[in-house]
C-alpha cells in the first residue's frame, strides 16, 4: 500500500543514535555504524524520531510498504519450537504447512511473524550448534510420510552453517519417500529476504 514512512539519507546519518530512543515503535536500529528502519510494519509514519537527528538525516516519504501494525501479535500457532522437543505427530503437524527455521531467522528478521508463520507450524533449529542430528532427520522424516504435511519451507540465514539445515531437510524427504517440494529462503544477516527457490 502507499503511506508515508521515514526514509534515511545513509550519506548524513553519523550513527549517533539519537533518534532510536523518541522512536516509540522500535523500528529504528543502528547497523554497520549507520541508522536503518528495521520493518516497515514497525513505522507508524509520524516522524517522531525526525526532531531528534542533529544531521538531518530522516525524512518521512510517501512510497509502498507493508502496513503499520500497532500490535505486532505473534503468528505461533504451537509449542513447543524447538525440533528436538516436537512431537512430528502433533495434531497441529498432520497436513499443515510447516516452516523449518534457523534459531536466528526470527531474530534478524523482524516481520518473520506476518512473512512466515502465519496459518503454518514452525520448527526451528541449529544444523552448527544442536547435537543429535540423526533425530531431525528422523523427525522430519516422520512429518512428511505420517503426518502428511503439505509443505516445507525452510528459512536460513545466509551464513554457511545454516546450509546444513537444508541438507537434513533434503535426507529427511529421501528417507520418508514421499516426494514434497521445500521451499528454500535465504535471509541476509540484516533479515532481508535475498534468494528464495524450490528444490
Not at 541508522?35 to 507508524?44: K, M
Not at 516522524?47 to 516519504?61: L, N, Q, R, T, V
Not at 496459518?119 to 526451528?124: F, M, N, Q, T, Y
Not at 528459512?155 to 517440494?181: F, H, N, S
Request: net charge negative.
Amino acid at each position: 500500500m502507499l503511506r508515508n514512512i521515514i526514509q534515511i539519507d545513509e550519506e548524513k546519518c553519523n550513527g549517533c543514535g539519537l533518534c532510536i530512543p523518541n522512536c516509540h515503535e522500535g523500528a529504528l536500529r543502528i547497523v554497520d555504524g549507520k541508522l536503518r528502519l528495521i520493518s516497515d510494519l514497525l513505522c507508524d509514519g509520524l516522524g517522531a524520531c525526525i526532531g531528534y537527528c542533529p544531521e538531518g538525516a530522516i525524512e518521512i516519504i510517501e512510497r509502498e510498504a507493508e502496513p503499520y501494525t500497532e500490535l505486532n501479535s505473534s503468528e505461533l500457532q504451537q509449542w513447543p519450537v524447538q525440533l528436538h522437543l516436537l512431537n512430528p505427530q502433533a495434531s497441529f503437524f498432520r497436513n499443515a504447512d510447516v516452516v523449518l527455521a534457523a534459531d536466528c531467522a526470527a531474530f534478524a528478521m523482524g516481520n518473520f511473524h506476518t512473512r512466515f508463520l502465519k496459518g503454518r507450524s514452525l520448527a526451528i533449529a541449529c544444523p552448527k550448534l544442536d547435537s543429535n542430528k540423526e533425530s531431525y532427520i528422523e523427525k522430519l522424516s516422520i512429518m512428511i510420510n505420517e503426518a502428511n504435511i503439505s509443505s516445507l519451507t525452510v528459512v536460513m540465514m545466509e551464513v554457511p552453517c545454516c546450509g546444513g539445515l537444508l541438507q537434513i531437510a533434503r535426507i529427511a524427504r529421501e528417507k520418508a519417500g514421499r516426494d514434497i517440494k521445500i521451499r528454500k529462503i535465504y535471509l541476509s544477516v540484516k533479515g532481508q529476504v535475498i534468494g528464495e527457490e524450490w528444490d
